[in-house]
């Protein structure tokens, strides 16, 4: 089992969806981060979480550290959030465990 | 916005050839890293380096080294590339930066896909 679990997988959905990513992992953390890569590669860090809850924009992530599990929510999506969603969790020694990512498509 | 930046873009070369990638940051951060990438895979950590003169494996093994001889500069060497070299090479950083603060949030690079042929 990996130490870091995203779920989806792949999700597809119509726009103006409300979309939620969920991740969960297994080891003591310092801080959890959640990514987006576009298709090129290029990745962008959305949220750095070690408690609660962050917005930006039409972008909420939530950490619950007693669950060990955080999610990333979009609200009012649009086809140009497609991409990889990547969890990232900072254990001991500061090093970064990464999910498998979840891939998101929305249709117009 | 992010000031890391990563050369070449894109690298088509032949076995046995040796190559250099570049990693430049102007934020002044302590840590960098080198991450692998194939395809809809998830990235592994091959170099880190906590700060000038350090640098340490990561948790994929790989035929590539790393210097740190200045804050901003961490390039990425292939003595002889193979085949099996050919993925995406992400380079990232974070820590403390000029303004002397911890952020921990992570810059990353463009990426630079590398193909040996």
Redesign the interface.
């Known amino acids: 089992k990996n130490e870091v679990e995203q779920s989806p997988q792949n999700l597809t959905a119509q726009e103006g969806e409300f979309i939620t990513i969920n991740c969960s992992y297994s080891v003591g953390i310092s ?1 959890l ?1 959640w ?1 987006q890569q576009h298709p ?6 959305l949220f ?1 979480l070690s408690s609660g809850k962050k917005k930006h924009g039409r972008l909420i992530a939530t950490i619950n550290i007693q669950e060990k599990h955080s999610s990333l929510h979009i609200t009012a999506s649009h086809p140009r959030d497609s991409a990889v969603y ?1 969890c ?1 969790v ?1 254990g001991g020694a ?3 465990v ?4 979840t891939r998101l498509t929305i249709n117009p | 916005e992010a000031d890391i930046y990563q050369t070449p873009r894109y690298l088509v070369i032949g076995t046995g050839k040796k190559i250099t990638l570049e990693c430049s940051q102007t934020m002044g951060h302590d840590k960098m890293y080198w991450y692998q990438q194939d395809p809809g895979m998830e990235l592994h950590l091959i170099h880190y380096s906590y700060g000038v003169n350090s640098t340490e494996k990561g948790d994929l093994s790989s035929e590539s080294t790393v210097s740190r001889i200045r804050t901003e500069h961490f390039p990425l060497t292939l003595e002889s590339a193979r085949p099996s070299h050919t993925s995406q090479y992400l380079c990232a950083s974070s820590g403390v930066g000029l303004a002397g603060r911890y952020t921990g949030e992570l810059f990353f690079g463009e990426g630079s896909r590398l193909t040996v042929l």
């Open positions: 801080a981060h990514l090129g590669g290029g990745i962008v860090s750095m990547i990232a900072r500061q090093k970064l990464f999910g498998q990512g």
